[in-house]
């Protein structure tokens, strides 16, 4: 039979789960990319030799645009970072670091806000205007802002992170009924806890979107494995761009150098405090990386 192209949607036990002109296919790999230490992930586009109607071999991974260690996803082109008016409160941090990671990785960030019923949005609103990213208030009371963020997840593969707690799970459900992310209640109530097994699986949304399903990955996972050089940082909070080609000083940190044009739209208010304070933290995190951690985890063993 002819070869094809798909997308692995699923992997379990072994299998990969392709689709590919409409159909879902049950693959195994052929040994080939073992060899070179490659192993096919959710989200990539392989090529396919089909067995039978519904089966097949995965013979070549095409290139890749990104990846992930965990949740282990390939090909992600737009991340939605979750975070709650409250209960549990907003942590700039976090978000600014998922922020990061993301523009690192070449995946288009957005932000939801939930639980907008427990309070206005406004203050994170504010905030990430600044940045120039999507920005959407949601909250279970009522379907405002949902369309839109269907819209927005309409083509490409996108993933979710976001604090444990925030309501990333009630959102996904309310996003498309099918994602079977259990909500915490629900989860707590059938025993779910950390230790099951996690799989990642893709469901489609609109035209040629993919929603990824990470069930029991949180930001932190996400944030360990993917590590960001200190010269790099700057270049993932897109607001600076316009200033930090005018510093004094090649290679200049942005945190404390005398003639920093970054710094000085920070007391201009044209770049906010709290970014510029995620900054400043990341940064200090950054300088502590040693060599070892710097390699790509995708080297690792
Ligand atoms: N007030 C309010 N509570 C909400 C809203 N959405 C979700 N919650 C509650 O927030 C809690 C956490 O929701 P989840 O959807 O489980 O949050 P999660 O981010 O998936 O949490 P983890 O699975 O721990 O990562 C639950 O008790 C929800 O009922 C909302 O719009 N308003
Ligand atoms: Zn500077």
Redesign the pocket.
């Given at each position: 039979m002819d070869k094809r192209t798909g997308l692995i949607v699923k992997a379990t036990g072994g299998f990969y789960y392709v689709q590919a002109d409409g159909v879902l296919h049950e693959c195994r790999a052929r040994g080939l990319f073992r060899k070179e230490g490659v192993s096919p992930l959710v989200g990539d586009r392989v090529e396919l030799e089909p067995t039978g109607e519904a089966s097949g071999y995965v013979t070549a991974i095409l290139p890749r645009k990104n990846a992930l260690v965990r949740p282990p996803l390939a090909n992600v082109d737009t991340f939605v970072i979750?975070a709650s008016v409250s209960?549990p409160a907003p942590n700039a941090l976090v978000i600014d670091k998922l922020m990061a990671i993301a523009c690192h990785k070449e995946i288009r960030p957005m932000l939801v806000i939930?639980?907008?019923?427990?309070g206005g949005p406004d203050a994170l609103e504010e905030i990430y205007r600044t940045v120039g990213i999507p920005v959407f208030a949601?909250?279970?009371?009522s379907d405002e802002g949902l369309e839109e963020i269907r819209a927005a997840l309409s083509h490409g593969i996108s993933a979710f992170s976001?604090?444990?707690?925030?309501?990333?799970?009630?959102?996904l459900n309310r996003i498309d009924g099918r994602l079977s992310?259990a909500?915490?209640?629900t989860?707590r109530k059938l025993g779910r806890g950390r230790h099951t097994t996690r799989h990642v699986e893709l469901y489609p949304i609109g035209e040629d979107g993919w929603i990824a399903d990470t069930p029991g990955f949180?930001a932190v996972d996400l944030e360990r494995y993917e590590i960001i050089r200190k010269e790099e940082l700057a270049g993932c909070f897109p607001e600076f761009a316009e200033f930090s080609g005018n510093c004094r000083f090649t290679g200049c940190s942005h945190t404390v150098e005398k003639g920093c044009a970054v710094l000085e739209a920070l007391r201009e208010g044209k770049i906010h405090p709290s970014r510029h304070a995620s900054y400043r933290a990341l940064y200090e995190d950054a300088k502590k990386l040693k060599e070892w951690e710097l390699k790509d985890p995708q080297e690792k063993k």
């Open positions: 979750v209960d939930t639980k907008s019923d427990l949601v909250s279970r009371q976001g604090n444990t707690g925030v309501g990333k799970s009630s959102l992310i909500t915490g209640e989860s949180s």
